[in-house]
Antibody
Framework: QVQLVESGGGLVKPGGSLRLSCGAS????????MSWIRQAPGKGLEWVSY????????NYADSVKGRFTISRDNAKNSVYLQMNSLRAEDTAVYYC????????????WGQGTLVTVSS | AIRMTQSPSSFSASTGDRVAITCRAS??????LAWYQQKPGKAPKLLIY???TLQSGVPSRFSGSGSGTDFTLTISCLQSEDFATYYC????????FGQGTRLEIK
């Protein structure tokens, strides 16, 4: 049974940093593109970033480009999102997802971790 | 960025009904379209990808159609567990979602 578990969310002040982690079980992340998608409270979904299986290719939403960095450690079966220069508008539940069919189709999703940016 | 517009934004229906949700892309996206279902407090669940391919384990009452700019998600016989919010998403280029369609019980 595939399970993705996010961690690292919490309350941070504007301008601060957080690092989110996504650990996988029942799925070998080295075989898949992996993504982060977020959802602000009561709002729709926004694809934040994705990374290729070899880490050679990454892509980001314009809203986070230059501030967020996606990475992966295939040996730990994990994916990460380093978030710097956080803003109030980054407040959201952050989900990680795997991409078996396409880099940007989320077939398995974690339960999400809440990031709140507030002073 | 490609803009995805869903209609309606919300509607109500009864169990057993056949319902359809439409999604329009601001430019042609071939068949690079996925549909997700989301229930309150839960992560989205993939229903359909490549516009019409049913994800493994998803009931056959769900179906998708369309290509280019216009797409439809059809639920042939609504069950109680189908009342949720549905999102379309294009992956022709950097992925973007529709605003969501909330399906409520009448």
């Amino acid at each position: 049974q595939v399970q993705l578990v996010e961690s690292g969310g919490g309350l941070v002040k504007p301008g601060g940093s957080l690092r989110l982690s996504c650990g996988a079980s029942g799925l070998n992340v080295r075989e898949y593109f992996m993504s982060w998608i977020r959802q602000a409270p009561g709002k729709g979904l926004e694809w934040v970033s994705y990374i290729s299986s070899s880490s050679s290719y990454t892509n980001y939403a314009d809203s986070v480009k230059g501030r967020f960095t996606i990475s992966r450690d295939n040996a730990k079966n994990s994916v990460y999102l380093q978030m710097n220069s956080l803003r109030a508008e980054d407040t959201a539940v952050y989900y990680c997802a795997s991409g078996q069919y396409d880099p940007a189709v989320g077939d398995y999703w974690g339960q999400g971790t809440l990031v709140t940016v507030s002073s | 960025a490609i803009r995805m517009t869903q209609s309606p934004s919300s509607f109500s229906a009864s169990t057993g009904d056949r319902v359809a949700i439409t999604c329009r892309a601001s430019q042609g996206i071939s068949s690079y379209l996925a549909w997700y279902q989301q229930k309150p407090g839960k992560a989205p669940k993939l229903l359909i990808y490549a516009a019409s391919t049913l994800q493994s384990g998803v009931p056959s009452r769900f179906s998708g159609s369309g290509s280019g700019t216009d797409f439809t998600l059809t639920i042939s016989c609504l069950q109680s567990e189908d009342f949720a919010t549905y999102y379309c998403q294009q992956y022709y280029n950097y992925p973007t979602f529709g605003q969501g369609t909330r399906l409520e019980i009448k």
